[in-house]
């Protein structure tokens, strides 16, 4: 069967676990595969990163009025950030909020140079007024649209082993059944390393710690 929608994807963990007594966990599951996708997931020692591909890059245009500006609420990663000004588009430095404090000045009058990410917030350096607002661009991973209200998104599209191996790892935990966790955990992280290298244009930015 192709894996192409919530219910294709259901039906393939019923036949794969030979399980049709866990219809009512199958969000659970889902939620489950969908967090370890956000956000990744460690199991005694070992690790599964966090999906990172271009399917769950995503570019918003924004009005930058304030110093400090809100994250959107699917935020996971910042790729890039820009603002206008000079009759271009300028890519500005992520730092840490000590780096911002140390080296760039908070004073609005000038366009904004660098910013920090912290408490769920853009902080720009030097600040922005809101009567002068800046047009800008955030292109950042997103987290993916969960299929318990859509009936698909383009991460279960592109690979949907991902997330069979993600609600199986669910649904062995919930089992109890420690032989298939581990072999599910391998087949997850497999194929997690394996769609991180199809990543989009965007070349993260190196945070400026110290």
């Known amino acids: 069967m192709t894996i192409s929608t919530y219910t294709n994807l ?26 370890i996708i956000n956000y990744g997931y460690e199991r005694g020692g070992r690790v599964i990163q966090g999906l990172r591909s271009k399917e769950m890059e995503k570019r918003e245009s924004q009005s930058f009025n304030a110093t400090f500006f809100p994250l959107p609420t699917d935020y996971i990663e910042m790729i890039a950030l820009e603002v206008e000004y000079s009759g271009r588009r300028n890519p500005l430095r992520q730092v840490s909020p000590q780096i911002l404090d140390s080296t760039y000045s908070l004073s609005n009058g000038s366009n904004p140079r660098a910013y920090t990410i912290q408490n769920s917030q853009i902080e720009f350096r030097p600040g922005i007024d809101a009567s002068a607002p800046y047009t800008g661009e955030l292109t950042y991973y997103a987290e993916v649209p969960t299929l318990t209200s859509n009936s698909t998104n383009d991460v279960l599209s592109a690979t949907p082993m991902i997330y069979l191996g993600g609600m199986m790892l669910a649904l062995s935990l919930y089992a109890q059944d420690e032989e298939q966790t581990d ?3 391998g087949m997850l992280n497999s194929a997690m390393k394996g769609a991180n290298k199809n990543k989009g244009k965007y ?7 110290a």
């Open 203 to 209: 070349v993260l930015p190196q945070v400026r710690i």
């Open 10 to 35: 259901k039906q393939e963990v019923e036949d794969w676990s030979h399980r049709t007594d866990l219809t009512s966990k199958m969000d659970t599951f889902c939620q489950f595969a969908e967090q």
């Open 183 to 185: 072999v599910w955990f």
